[in-house]
Every structure is written in C-alpha cells, then in structure tokens.
C-alpha cells in the first residue's frame, strides 16, 4: 500500500496535495461506532497528559536569563526533564492509538549526522518520529509559540524559529540554523521536514534547501503507515486536519514504521550547492520509498510545479474559472461574450486593470457576487483580481485565440508605453496572467528571450516556441487543452487526471499559428 509508481501517482491523485479517506460503508459503519466510544475517550486522555506536560516543558528554562536560552540545556534540567517529556510525549500518541511503532535501521549519532531530513511529511502526527529520535530538536513558526501548550513544547525543545512574514526573521533563522549545525556537537541533532509542507505520499515534492545549507552529512528518514486504511494524511485539499483525527483515532490502532537510511555525506559540488544537495537526497529517499521525486512545491500557499525558474500552478486557475462560469449556465457563448467584454475593458485606457468582485460579477455577467469572489480566489488572496490575468489565462484554456495571437494581446496589454519591448517587471506581469500565478523569479526567462538589453514581442514568442523549457510550458499550459473544449461545451469534467508533474512529459500536435 505504501509503494506507488509514477502511473498509479498520476491516476490515483491528480498531484501530491489531494488525499481523501476512501473506505467501504461497512469501514464507514465501523468508523461510526467504534469512533462515538475511542475518539471521546482517547482524545480526553491525550488532554489530561498534555495538560501535565504543559507545566513541566515551561520549567525546563525557567528561571534562566537570555544568553543561558541561548545556549543547549545541560546538567539536571536536561537529565530530570527530557526522560520526562519523552515519556509523556510518547504517552500522548500511545493514548490515539499508536501501539507500536516499528524501527528500522540505525540512527547516526550526532558526530556522524548533526541533521535528520525526514519525508514524506503527511501531517501533524508525523511528529511522533520526535519519540525514536530523542526528541530532536526542531525549526518551526514563531506563530506557533503562542498556542498552548505547543509554545512550551517549542521553547523546552530550543526551537529555531522562523516567521514566514518577515524577511529579516528568516535571514536570523538560517544564521541560527547554520550555527548549530556546525557546532561540532555543541547543540543536540536537529531533525526537519525538507518537503516543507504535508502530502499525500505518492511522490516526493522538491525539497528546500534550509537542512542543506550548511553542507553537513544528514541522515535521511522514511515515514511510512502500513495500515489498511490511510486515515492519518492531512493535505491541501481533501480531508481535513480533524478529518484525519478522527478516523485515525477512531482506528483501533494505527501502524507507523520509521527507517533510518544510512547517512548521506556531501560532495565538494553539492557543499557548494544546496539545491543540488537536496535534490539528490530527495532521489536517493524517493527511490527507497519507491515514488517518484518530482518538481512540485508549495509556493505562497499555492501547489506548483517548477521549470524554467517559472511557477506553474498544479490547479490552472483559468481550469476552476471555467468549470465555475459552467456550473452557473454560462455555455461558449456566454464565455466567448465575457472574454470580448474583459479585453473591451483592458484596451479602454483605464489606468488600472485590478477590479473587486463586484466588478468581475457584472464583466462576467453573474448574478451571484460570490461566484465572482471565488474566481477572485482563484487568483489572488483578495476580493479582486486583475482582468488580466483572467482574459489571458482563459483565453488560453478555451482556445478562443491562436497561440501567437494570445502573446500579441498579452504583450499589447503589458507595453503600455508601446515601446515595443517590455521590461523585466513587465514579462514577471506577462507571465504572470497568462499562468493565472504571479511569477516572482523570470531572470532565465528574460535572459533567454531578450536581445541586447530588448525584450521584444518576436524575440519572447521565439524563446517561448522553440527554446525546449518553455516551449514545454507552452504546450502544457498556454495551449487549449481537452479540459477547455469540454468546459466550454458544457461537460464539465473532472480532468485533473491530466495535470502533470514537469519532470515527466506530455506531447501535444498543437499548431503556434
């Protein structure tokens, strides 16, 4: 059950971060009775010990002044406290449901390997891997210091902390980072989650850099849940994170195994690298685990795939657009209507393109403001969007325009001093609508396209036609697809079936012209 191909990947989930608990109606049945009497019970006990844990995590450190915290826990409060909270933290998963946990394999000692990567990462319950590793320590949220009893849990551990929001919070963390990892076994081993976000475990998506940055040996460690059903992921989309608490609880146990894999030492170029370095850990765990690694990440809170330096959504927001628009009886025409009424408005002049929902709704021709705040999600965190970014990225799927036709509106609506060659910024923006996903890194893009300093509309549908990395992105992203012909005339379709993971490929016979 555990061990998944590329093919059965690809067909079983459209990507890595979409899980449902399948079961029977009798397991759903099962689920019912038994869950109405353990959950209760077991969640109860997990409480009581938590709220015992809670107290004597804050007393580790209390009492001692800044530069003490600064510095690794030592003598009677690392002897008395850790036994304790190991215990107790073992407790708490014994108590959901967790009997045993099978080991294989050895753990490397500190000296050998001051960092464990472990992967694949499937939810809040990953963290029992913390009982068999001593409670290594661990780089989480400065957010997260605030909840109960998970804060104290973090500042008993001495914690790296990082907030995703502040720039300067993630330079001090890698510093801090870094540090302990070349301390020479002044501080405790580390252990992370390069994947940096949960899956559903049939691939391995790419890995960040952050345990690799200081070029040590790390030790790689394979989660695995041999059990019949798959109760315990929590992903992007798909079951919820009580979801997966209540059917693993409601489980009379649940299985997990933890492997140690042997240690994984650095060359001089992946020292250099760190990308490098975390992509070839990422084979070598991939490979015993028997899935595929891929190229896909969580980015702003978004799934994609990377190629190119360009983002390229999972879920193509122009994809969820059309299936909206159908669902509330808007056919080709309707459509076909709409992206006329949306390009109207881009070329009147207006200053700014970014319009709220309700002014998507009356573009579009809806009735319902919260349709029109949907799309508005599909592209953005707000309730506005760019007209843009919708009349390009639609344009695209449904095959209203030819290709090279599509580049001369998207580059006439990017230009708009009508200099004949756009800027970096101005290709970020270009690329940006037609994917439906802002794209923050484009400088191999814009190397490759641009002519002494010039970015024009030949030299970019060049470079995005026949150069072999974007003409990829082209012929799977920007090109009329059968999910849009079948949109647009009226079967709305599930077809994430043919979302594809860039490391793998899919050929088209779609003409540029």
């Known amino acids: 059950m555990e061990k998944h191909d590329c093919h059965s990947a690809t067909h079983e989930y459209p990507h890595p971060f979409v899980h449902e608990v399948k079961m029977t109606h009798a397991q759903r049945i099962r ?25 004597l995590a804050r007393l580790r450190l209390a009492g001692l002044s800044e530069e003490e915290r600064s510095r690794p826990v030592e003598g009677w409060r690392r002897w008395f406290f850790h036994p304790v909270i190991l215990y107790l933290s073992r407790a708490v998963f014994l108590s959901l449901g967790f009997m045993w946990v099978k080991v294989k394999g050895r753990r490397a000692d500190l000296k050998e390997a001051p960092v464990l990567v472990v992967a694949p990462h499937s939810s809040f319950l990953d963290m029992l891997v913390l009982c068999p590793t001593q409670l290594a320590t ?7 210091t605030s909840l109960p009893v998970i804060g104290a849990l973090l500042e008993f551990n001495q914690s790296v902390l990082v907030s995703r929001k502040d720039p300067e919070s993630r330079k001090k963390a890698v510093a801090e980072l ?38 040590v040996p790390v030790q790689p460690v394979l989660l695995r849940y041999p059990n019949s059903l798959d109760t315990v992921r929590w992903t992007f989309k798909g079951t919820k994170w009580y979801e997966a608490l209540w059917h693993t609880v409601s489980q009379i146990y649940t299985n997990m195994t933890i492997e140690f894999l042997p240690v994984y030492k650095p060359s001089q170029e992946e020292k250099n690298d760190p990308n ?79 319009i709220s929902a309700d002014e998507l709704a009356s573009v579009l021709g809806l009735m319902d403001k919260k349709t029109a705040i949907n799309i508005c999600g599909f592209y953005s965190k707000d309730d506005s969007v760019d007209l843009r970014q919708i009349y390009l990225s639609v344009a695209a799927l449904s095959g209203s325009l030819s290709f090279k036709s599509l580049l001369h509106k998207a580059f006439t609506l990017f230009d708009k001093d009508g200099k004949g060659s756009l800027s970096a910024e101005e290709l970020s923006g270009l690329m940006g609508a037609l994917l439906g996903l802002p794209q923050k890194n484009i400088a191999e893009l814009y190397a490759q396209a641009s002519s002494n300093g010039q970015l024009t509309e030949e030299h970019l549908l060049q470079a995005l036609t026949t150069h072999p990395t974007y003409q990829r992105v082209v012929n799977e992203y920007l090109q009329p697809e059968e999910a849009g012909s079948q ?5 709305a379709e599930n077809n994430n079936g043919n979302i594809h993971n860039v490391s793998g490929s899919i050929s088209y016979n779609k003409k540029f012209e």
């Open 178 to 215: 870094t540090g302990r990892l070349t301390s020479n076994g002044y501080w405790p081993q580390m252990l992370m989650f390069p994947e940096g976000t949960t899956t559903n475990g049939t691939a391995l998506i790419k890995f960040k850099p952050g345990a690799f940055l200081a070029g």
């Open 276 to 354: 490098l370095y975390a992509d070839n850990v990422q084979k070598v765990m991939a490979k015993a685990l028997g899935v595929p690694a891929t190229d896909y990440v969580m980015e702003g809170g978004v799934p994609v795939s990377k190629l190119g330096g360009l983002s390229l959504p999972v879920e193509l927001p122009a994809r969820e657009t059309l299936s909206l628009l159908h669902k509330h009886g808007a056919g080709a025409q309707e459509v076909e209507a709409a992206l006329r009424r949306i390009i109207d408005q881009c070329q009147s002049g207006a200053e700014e393109s970014e």
């Open 487 to 491: 949109l647009l005339n009226g079967k």
């Open 138 to 144: 661990v780089v989480s949220r400065s957010e997260n």
């Open 31 to 55: 689920g019912i009775i038994l869950g109405s009497i353990l959950f209760p019970l077991r969640v109860t006990l997990a409480a009581i010990i938590f709220l015992i844990i809670w107290p």
